[in-house]
C-alpha cells in the first residue's frame, strides 16, 4: 500500500535545473547585470538569491500549507482575522530577507534586482504555498502601482513600509452587483476642503483585505467621484489605509474600512478573502463619516491606473498556475517512480516482481504531458518577466517600446494558458496517483483545488480572451500582433538555419502561425462591423493563440539545448518533441472553426438552454 504523503522538499517544488537552463542558457540573464539599470550585479548574486528562495520556501512555506488549506481563516470574538501557525513567521522570513522589495527600487527600500529574478524567487514561494505567497505578490504590484502612477508624497509615504514587508497592500475593483463590469460600481469618493476625499461603499472579493500579518493594510480602490460621468471613464483610484498615519508615519488610528465577512473559496484557502466595507463601519476619523483616501493619479483616469496593478498581478497568477503545475508534476513523478503495479506487456511469469508505473507508456505519456505544459509554461513566464526588464533597461528608447508592445499582447495569454493547462497537469498529477489521487493523503488534490481558482483571478478566461482579440490583437491597427509574428518568425528562421529537427518543428510552427493570421484577418475582415461575431468566438481564438505561442517558447528552449547531451537536455527535446506531435495539431480544428466565423453563440436562445 502507497504511504501517505507528508514532506515537501526541493525536488517536489519546482525543478532547480530547469529554471537555470531557462535563465542562464535561455535567457541569460548574466547580461543583464551588464546594464546600466543593474550596475554592480552579477550571476552568481542572482544565484544566491534563488538559492535563499528556494530554501524559504521549503522550510517556511511550504509547512504549513497543508494546515492552511485544512484550518481556513477565521474571526475571533474581537473580530480579527485568524491565520494558521506559519504565515507570520513565513512572511517575517521573507521580508527580512530582502523579497519584499526585490525589484524595486533602491530608492524606496528596494534591492533594484531584475524582475526576471524576482519572478523567479516568487515562483519558489508559489510553489510551496501559493495562499501565503499572495500577500507579498499583491503588497510588490500595490508598490509597482504607485511608483508609475503615484504623486511623490504618495511614493515616500507608501511604497517603503511596503518593500520592507511592514505594510500589505489589495485591490479594490469588483463589487456585489459589479464583477467584471466595472463601469457599474457604486463606491464613491467625496472630495474634501484639506484635499483628501472620504469614500463610501462595499467591495468584494478582496485578497489579503483584513488581517494582522502586517503593521498597515494600502487600499487601492476603485470609486466615482460626484460629478463622475457613467462608465469606466468615471472611475477613479483611491489610496485607503487601514490605519491612518501620523505625522513622521507612524501607525494612528483605525480608517473607516470594516471587514463585513469572509469569503470561502475552493483552493487558495490560506489567503484570507473578504468583503469591505468603507465609510459603513460607524468609525468617524477626524470626526467626519466616510474612508479617509486620496486620490492616486488623476480623477477619472482609475482604471487607467489599476491596470498597472492589474497586469502585473496578471502575470503572477499566471505564474502561479505554473507553479502549482510543476508541484503537482514533480510529485506525480516521484511517485511513479516508487509506486510498483503491474508487469511490461510481454511479461509472462505473474511472480515475477512488478514494475514501477513510470515504465508503462500511458502513465509517461501523462507526465510527458504535464512536463510540457510545466515547463513551457514557465518559460513563457520568464521571458515576459525579461520583457520587463528590457522595457526597464534597455538604452534603445524603440526597443524599450517594443517589449512593452510585445508584453501586452502576451499578458493575456501569460494569464490564461497556464491558468487552463497547468491545471490540466494537475488533473493529470491526480491521475497518475490512481485512486490515492483523489484523497486528501496526498497533494496533488489540493494543488488542483488551489489552481482551479485561477481561470478566475485577475479577470476571467473568456474577459482574457476578449482582452486579446478585441484589444490587443487591434491596437496600433495590428502592431502588435505584427510584432509577435515577427519575434516568432526570427525564432524559426534561426531553427531553419539549424535545420534537421529543429527546423521541422520550425516549419510547423510557421505553417500555424501563417494560418493564424489568416484567420485573424477573416475575423476581423468587416472591421468594426463584424465584432459582435469576432468577439464570441474570442475564447477559441485566445486558446489557438497560447498554444501556438507555447510552442514557440518550446522551439525556442530547443534551440538552447543545441549540442548538449545528457538526459536533462535529451528530455527537453522529447517535451518539444511531444507538444508539437500531440498539442500543436489542437489549433488546427480551432482555427478552421474561428475562419468560419460561427454563430452558434449569437443565436441560442436563452429559452433553448433549459
Same mark, same amino acid.
Given at each position: 500500500?502507497?504511504?501517505t =504523503?507528508?514532506? !515537501?522538499?526541493?525536488? %517536489?517544488?519546482?525543478s532547480?535545473?530547469?529554471?537555470?537552463?531557462?535563465?542562464?542558457?535561455?535567457?541569460?540573464?548574466?547580461?543583464?547585470a /551588464?546594464?546600466e539599470?543593474?550596475a554592480?550585479q552579477?550571476a552568481?548574486?542572482?544565484?544566491e538569491?534563488?538559492?535563499?528562495?528556494e530554501?524559504?520556501?521549503?522550510?517556511?512555506?511550504?509547512?504549513?500549507?497543508?494546515?492552511a488549506?485544512?484550518?481556513?481563516p477565521h474571526?475571533?470574538q474581537?473580530?480579527?482575522?485568524?491565520?494558521?501557525?506559519g504565515?507570520?513567521?513565513?512572511l517575517?522570513?521573507?521580508?527580512?530577507a530582502?523579497?519584499?522589495?526585490?525589484?524595486l527600487?533602491?530608492?524606496?527600500g528596494?534591492?533594484n534586482?531584475?524582475?526576471?529574478?524576482?519572478?523567479?524567487?516568487?515562483?519558489w514561494?508559489?510553489?510551496?504555498?501559493v495562499? !501565503?505567497?499572495?500577500?507579498?505578490?499583491?503588497? !510588490?504590484a500595490?508598490?509597482?502601482?504607485?511608483?508609475? !502612477?503615484?504623486?511623490e508624497?504618495?511614493?515616500?509615504?507608501w511604497?517603503?513600509?511596503?518593500?520592507?514587508?511592514?505594510?500589505?497592500?489589495?485591490?479594490c475593483?469588483?463589487?456585489t452587483?459589479?464583477?467584471?463590469?466595472?463601469?457599474?460600481?457604486a463606491?464613491?469618493? =467625496?472630495?474634501?476642503a484639506?484635499?483628501?476625499?472620504? #469614500?463610501?461603499g462595499?467591495?468584494?472579493?478582496?485578497?489579503?483585505?483584513?488581517?494582522?500579518?502586517?503593521?498597515?493594510?494600502?487600499?487601492?480602490?476603485l470609486?466615482k467621484?460626484?460629478?463622475?460621468?457613467?462608465?469606466?471613464?468615471?472611475?477613479?483610484?483611491?489610496?485607503?489605509?487601514?490605519f491612518?498615519l501620523?505625522? @513622521?508615519?507612524s501607525i494612528?488610528?483605525?480608517?473607516?474600512?470594516a471587514?463585513v465577512?469572509?469569503?470561502?473559496?475552493?483552493?487558495?484557502?490560506? %489567503?484570507?478573502?473578504?468583503?469591505?466595507?468603507?465609510?459603513e463601519?460607524?468609525?468617524?476619523?477626524?470626526g467626519?463619516?466616510?474612508?479617509?483616501g486620496w486620490i492616486v493619479?488623476?480623477p +477619472?483616469?482609475?482604471?487607467?491606473?489599476?491596470f498597472?496593478?492589474?497586469?502585473?498581478?496578471r502575470?503572477?497568477?499566471?505564474?502561479?498556475?505554473?507553479a502549482l503545475?510543476?508541484?503537482?508534476?514533480?510529485?506525480?513523478?516521484?511517485?511513479?517512480r /516508487?509506486?510498483?503495479q503491474g508487469?511490461?506487456?510481454g511479461?509472462?511469469?505473474p511472480?515475477?516482481?512488478?514494475?514501477?508505473?513510470?515504465e508503462?507508456?500511458?502513465?509517461?505519456?501523462?507526465?510527458?504531458?504535464?512536463k510540457?505544459?510545466?515547463e513551457?509554461? #514557465?518559460?513563457?513566464?520568464?521571458?515576459?518577466?525579461?520583457?520587463?526588464?528590457?522595457?526597464r533597461?534597455?538604452?534603445?528608447?524603440?526597443?524599450r517600446?517594443?517589449?512593452? #508592445?510585445?508584453?501586452?499582447?502576451? %499578458?493575456?495569454i501569460?494569464?490564461?494558458?497556464p491558468?487552463?493547462?497547468?491545471?490540466?497537469?494537475n488533473?493529470?498529477?491526480?491521475?497518475?496517483? +490512481?485512486?490515492? @489521487?483523489?484523497?486528501?493523503?496526498?497533494?496533488v488534490?489540493?494543488?488542483?483545488r488551489?489552481?482551479?481558482?485561477?481561470?478566475?483571478?485577475?479577470?476571467?478566461?473568456g474577459?482574457?480572451?476578449?482582452?486579446?482579440?478585441?484589444?490587443?490583437?487591434?491596437m496600433?491597427?495590428?502592431?502588435?500582433?505584427?510584432?509577435?509574428?515577427?519575434?516568432?518568425g526570427?525564432?524559426?528562421?534561426?531553427?531553419?538555419?539549424e535545420?534537421?529537427?529543429?527546423?521541422?518543428?520550425?516549419?510547423?510552427?510557421a505553417g500555424?502561425?501563417?494560418?493564424?493570421?489568416?484567420?485573424?484577418?477573416i475575423?476581423?475582415?468587416?472591421?468594426p462591423?463584424?465584432?459582435?461575431v469576432?468577439?464570441?468566438n474570442?475564447?477559441?481564438?485566445? =486558446?489557438?493563440?497560447?498554444?501556438?505561442?507555447?510552442a514557440w517558447?518550446?522551439? =525556442?528552449?530547443?534551440?538552447?539545448?543545441?549540442?548538449?547531451?545528457?538526459?536533462?537536455h535529451?528530455g527537453?527535446?522529447?517535451?518539444a518533441?511531444?507538444?508539437?506531435?500531440?498539442?500543436l495539431?489542437?489549433?488546427?480544428?480551432?482555427?478552421?472553426?474561428l475562419?468560419a466565423?460561427?454563430r452558434?453563440?449569437?443565436?441560442t436562445?436563452?429559452?433553448?438552454?433549459d
Open positions: 500500500m502507497a504511504t =504523503e507528508t514532506t !515537501t522538499d526541493q525536488g %517536489t517544488l519546482l532547480r535545473r530547469d529554471l537555470r537552463f531557462l535563465l542562464h542558457d535561455w535567457l541569460d540573464v548574466a547580461a543583464l /551588464e546594464r539599470a543593474f554592480g552579477s552568481e548574486l542572482y544565484d538569491v534563488l538559492a535563499l528562495a530554501r524559504l520556501a521549503v522550510e517556511r512555506f511550504a509547512p504549513h500549507n497543508r494546515a488549506d485544512e484550518h481556513e474571526v475571533d474581537d473580530g480579527r482575522v485568524v491565520l494558521v501557525e504565515v507570520r513567521e513565513a517575517a522570513a521573507y521580508a527580512e530582502g523579497f519584499g522589495g526585490l525589484a527600487p533602491e530608492e524606496v528596494g534591492m534586482l531584475p524582475t526576471t529574478i524576482s519572478q523567479a524567487a516568487l515562483a514561494q508559489q510553489a510551496a504555498n495562499g !501565503t505567497a499572495a500577500y507579498p505578490m499583491i503588497a !510588490t500595490a508598490a509597482n502601482l504607485l511608483l508609475a !502612477t503615484g504623486s508624497e504618495q511614493i515616500a509615504t511604497v517603503p513600509p511596503i518593500a520592507e514587508g511592514r505594510f500589505a497592500g489589495t485591490m475593483l469588483s463589487e452587483q459589479a464583477g467584471s463590469s466595472l463601469g457599474d460600481i463606491t464613491r469618493a =467625496e472630495p474634501q484639506d484635499g483628501s476625499f472620504r #469614500l463610501f462595499s467591495k468584494m472579493w478582496i485578497s489579503g483585505g483584513e488581517h494582522e500579518l502586517t503593521e498597515n493594510i494600502v487600499h487601492l480602490v470609486a467621484l460626484p460629478d463622475a460621468p457613467a462608465g469606466t471613464k468615471g472611475i477613479s483610484l483611491s489610496l485607503v489605509p487601514r491612518l501620523e505625522d @513622521g508615519g494612528g488610528e483605525r480608517n473607516d474600512v471587514l465577512g469572509l469569503n470561502h473559496k475552493m483552493g487558495w484557502r490560506g %489567503t484570507v478573502n473578504t468583503v469591505l466595507a468603507f465609510g463601519g460607524g468609525q468617524r476619523p477626524g467626519a463619516p466616510g474612508a479617509v493619479g488623476e +477619472g483616469q482609475g482604471l487607467a491606473g489599476m498597472h496593478m492589474m497586469n502585473e498581478a502575470i503572477g497568477v499566471g505564474l502561479g498556475a505554473v503545475g510543476s508541484t503537482g508534476y514533480r510529485k506525480a513523478l516521484r511517485y511513479a /516508487e509506486r510498483p508487469r511490461p506487456l511479461a509472462k511469469d511472480a515475477a516482481p512488478q514494475s514501477p508505473i513510470v508503462h507508456p500511458d502513465v509517461r505519456r501523462m507526465l510527458l504531458a504535464q510540457s505544459y510545466v513551457g509554461g #514557465l518559460g513563457l513566464l520568464m521571458y515576459c518577466a525579461k520583457l520587463v526588464d528590457d522595457e533597461s534597455l538604452d534603445d528608447a524603440e526597443a517600446a517594443r517589449a512593452r #508592445l510585445l508584453l501586452e499582447v502576451l %499578458t493575456p501569460a494569464k490564461s494558458w491558468s487552463q493547462w497547468c491545471l490540466e497537469a488533473a493529470l498529477a491526480i491521475q497518475v496517483h +490512481g485512486g490515492y @489521487g483523489y484523497t486528501r493523503d496526498y497533494e488534490e489540493q494543488h488542483y488551489d489552481n482551479r481558482l485561477n481561470p478566475i483571478h485577475e479577470g476571467t478566461h474577459i482574457q480572451a476578449l482582452d486579446l482579440l478585441g484589444r490587443k490583437v487591434t496600433q491597427r495590428g502592431a502588435g500582433l505584427a510584432l509577435l509574428a515577427e519575434t516568432i526570427a525564432t524559426v528562421a534561426r531553427a531553419r538555419h535545420g534537421g529537427e529543429a527546423a521541422q518543428l520550425a516549419d510547423a510552427l500555424t502561425l501563417e494560418r493564424l493570421l489568416e484567420v485573424t484577418g475575423l476581423w475582415g468587416d472591421g462591423a463584424g465584432a459582435e469576432a468577439l464570441a474570442a475564447t477559441a481564438y485566445l =486558446e489557438a493563440a497560447g498554444h501556438l505561442v507555447v517558447i518550446w522551439l =525556442e528552449q530547443w534551440l538552447a539545448t543545441a549540442g548538449r547531451e545528457g538526459d536533462f535529451d527537453k527535446r522529447q517535451a518533441r511531444y507538444y508539437f506531435r500531440h498539442e495539431p489542437r489549433t488546427g480544428p480551432q482555427l478552421d472553426l475562419a466565423r460561427d452558434t453563440m449569437l443565436e436562445r436563452d429559452a433553448w438552454l
